[in-house]
């Protein structure tokens, strides 16, 4: 039996094309930014509905005018932010797109289809066809 070490196992971060950082470093960046700019805008949103309300004379409680604005940010941000939205999306897809690649690396490790795998089946040493 062929012993595996647990470094060889452990598949390394590649960089892609587009950036040297990991995928999930990038989900983690763009996601953050995403946020921040959602909070940012239900922050304006709650300001512009407080001014309008003294401007014209009438008591709004912060409260009240967060959930509007979060109503109101809700819709606006798929708009306002709609290259942020997918940016994140993309990550996402990069992220699950390395996780499967990972493991069925590993899956193939483990039953030993390593990088010499093809030709070790193809010699009868492979075992039975009728698994």
């Not at 470094?7 to 390394?12: G, K, Q, S, Y």
């Not at 995403?34 to 909070?39: E, F, G, H, N, Q």
């Not at 001014?51 to 109101?72: H, S, T």
């Not at 809700?74 to 990972?102: G, H, Y």
């Amino acid at each position: 039996m062929q012993r595996i070490a647990y470094a060889d196992l452990v598949a390394e971060d590649t960089p892609t094309p587009h950036s040297t950082t990991s995928p999930g470093g990038r989900l983690a960046r763009n996601l953050a930014l995403y946020t921040l700019a959602r909070l940012g805008l239900v922050i304006v949103l709650a300001a512009v509905i407080l001014g309008v309300a003294a401007l014209v004379d009438v008591d709004v409680p912060l409260l009240v005018a967060l959930i509007f604005a979060v109503v109101i940010a809700l819709p606006l941000s798929l708009v306002l932010f709609k290259k942020l939205r997918i940016q994140v999306n993309e990550s996402i897809t990069d992220v699950d797109e390395k996780r499967r690649r990972d493991k069925a690396d590993l899956r193939a490790k483990l039953r030993g289809d390593g990088k010499d795998g093809a030709a070790r089946r193809g010699d009868g040493e492979g075992g039975s066809a009728s698994r």
